[in-house]
């Protein structure tokens, strides 16, 4: 079959190498760096815990399909309002999990005042996403188109894809292109949650003193974050800023300036062992109405995928995508969205 994968970041990489593997004739077009929007950056959380049962299991799914070397053993760990919730999903999965009280030894995180109960995920860790694009881009390169698509269409039972090359046609055609998914998909009738927000993640040393390794962590509720070790030395912080703050209208500037005074105090407050001082920082584009979840909608040859943190899943969707792009078959939505 003659295949295109529309977008290049970690789910056109992931689908594009499976289709590689299986013998299909498949051409990934990307309009810039192949990982460079929300795929970007050296790092990200993986975990098994999830507040849904069927995300649990894929991730398990996931997990055994990553190339050797991409997930650290550091575990995650998952605290705040909701994680009985988490809990009880990662039960129902029949996923391996603790939980700690206040205080336990077993934490390793940076801070020491954390409310329980908590959620420990053994399973969970680091992705190393700089040794996952290598690996992509190392088989995929030759599959690499650098354009960007203007339009899709339907051409009878096919896909006309225009791009600055001119129209070209394909069997069939999987949308993928992160911040620009819901734009491309309208023209062919598949509506998608359209918002974007403004999101940015910050650097800070790690202080010598602190416990390592230190495992991930997420906060739920309130200010939620999401923190992890990143380049040498470094912890990671992402939190859930005053969406009238991070607002696509208020623009990228005024947003990063107020995650990093949010996030900054958040490390002076709360983070002991790691100092208040930011040291890199990466941003993307956020859709405030999706959380975890995976969504799949098809119109005829063309199938789209939309979600959020979909990097704990890509090789696993990469398999999914592409076995669903070959029989024509839509797979079943995940999450908080599945029906
Ligand atoms: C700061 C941050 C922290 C995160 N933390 C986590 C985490 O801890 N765990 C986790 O699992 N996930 C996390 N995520 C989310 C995860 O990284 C993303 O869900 C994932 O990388 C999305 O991959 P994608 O391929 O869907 O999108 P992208 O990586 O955005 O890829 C889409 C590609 O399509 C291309 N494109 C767009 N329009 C066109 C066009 N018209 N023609 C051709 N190409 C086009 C873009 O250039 C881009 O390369 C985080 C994301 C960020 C940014």
């Given at each position: 079959?003659?295949?295109?994968?529309?977008?290049?970041?970690?789910?056109?990489?992931?689908?594009?190498?499976?289709?590689?593997?299986?013998?299909?004739?498949?051409?990934?077009?990307?309009?810039?760096?192949?990982?460079?929007?929300?795929?970007?950056?050296?790092?990200?959380?993986?975990?098994?815990?999830?507040?849904?049962?069927?995300?649990?299991?894929?991730?398990?799914?996931?997990?055994?399909?990553?190339?050797?070397?991409?997930?650290?053993?550091?575990?995650?760990?998952?605290?705040?309002?909701?994680?009985?919730?988490?809990?009880?999903?990662?039960?129902?999965?029949?996923?391996?999990?603790?939980?700690?009280?206040?205080?336990?030894?077993?934490l390793r995180l940076p801070a020491t005042d954390i409310a329980g109960p908590i959620l420990v995920d053994p399973a969970g860790g680091v992705i190393r996403?700089?040794?996952?694009?290598?690996?992509?881009?190392?088989?995929?390169?030759?599959?690499?188109?650098?354009?960007?698509?203007?339009?899709?269409?339907?051409?009878?039972?096919?896909?006309?894809?225009?791009?600055?090359?001119?129209?070209?046609?394909?069997?069939?055609?999987?949308?993928c292109a992160g911040a620009e998914t819901s734009g491309l998909a309208a023209g062919v009738g598949i509506m998608t949650p359209p918002a974007l927000e403004?999101?940015?993640?910050?650097?800070?040393?790690?202080?010598?003193?602190?416990?390592?390794?230190?495992?991930?962590w997420i906060t739920l509720g309130g200010f939620g974050t999401y923190q992890h070790s990143s380049a040498a030395g470094t912890w990671a912080v992402g939190?859930?800023?005053?969406?009238?703050?991070?607002?696509?209208?208020?623009?990228?500037?005024?947003?990063?300036?107020?995650?990093?005074?949010?996030?900054?105090?958040?490390?002076?407050?709360?983070?002991?062992?790691?100092?208040?001082?930011?040291?890199?920082?990466?941003?993307?584009?956020?859709?405030?109405?999706?959380?975890?979840?995976?969504?799949?909608?098809?119109?005829?040859?063309?199938?789209?995928?939309?979600?959020?943190?979909?990097?704990?899943?890509?090789?696993?969707?990469?398999?999914?995508?592409?076995?669903?792009?070959?029989?024509?078959?839509?797979?079943?939505?995940?999450?908080?969205?599945?029906?």
């Amino acid at each position: 079959m003659k295949i295109a994968v529309v977008g290049g970041g970690v789910v056109g990489l992931s689908t594009t190498v499976e289709l590689i593997r299986l013998g299909h004739d498949v051409t990934c077009l990307e309009a810039g760096e192949p990982m460079g929007e929300r795929s970007a950056g050296d790092t990200r959380i993986f975990r098994l815990a999830h507040a849904y049962p069927d995300m649990v299991e894929l991730a398990g799914r996931a997990r055994r399909l990553f190339p050797e070397g991409c997930v650290d053993g550091a575990g995650t760990v998952v605290s705040g309002d909701g994680v009985e919730s988490w809990a009880s999903a990662m039960a129902a999965a029949g996923a391996t999990h603790e939980i700690v009280a206040a205080g336990s030894r077993s934490l390793r995180l940076p801070a020491t005042d954390i409310a329980g109960p908590i959620l420990v995920d053994p399973a969970g860790g680091v992705i190393r996403v700089d040794r996952l694009r290598t690996h992509l881009i190392g088989i995929a390169h030759r599959h690499l188109r650098r354009a960007r698509v203007d339009l899709l269409e339907r051409a009878g039972d096919r896909v006309r894809i225009w791009s600055p090359d001119g129209p070209e046609e394909f069997d069939t055609a999987l949308i993928c292109a992160g911040a620009e998914t819901s734009g491309l998909a309208a023209g062919v009738g598949i509506m998608t949650p359209p918002a974007l927000e403004h999101h940015v993640r910050f650097s800070f040393p790690i202080r010598p003193e602190a416990p390592r390794p230190l495992r991930c962590w997420i906060t739920l509720g309130g200010f939620g974050t999401y923190q992890h070790s990143s380049a040498a030395g470094t912890w990671a912080v992402g939190a859930d800023v005053d969406p009238v703050l991070v607002s696509w209208a208020g623009g990228r500037e005024a947003a990063e300036q107020a995650s990093r005074d949010a996030v900054t105090a958040y490390v002076a407050r709360e983070l002991p062992f790691v100092e208040p001082r930011v040291v890199g920082q990466l941003y993307c584009t956020h859709n405030p109405d999706l959380s975890d979840g995976l969504q799949f909608v098809r119109s005829g040859p063309i199938l789209t995928i939309y979600g959020e943190n979909f990097m704990k899943f890509a090789p696993l969707l990469g398999a999914m995508l592409a076995e669903a792009l070959i029989d024509g078959s839509t797979p079943p939505d995940a999450g908080p969205g599945a029906r």
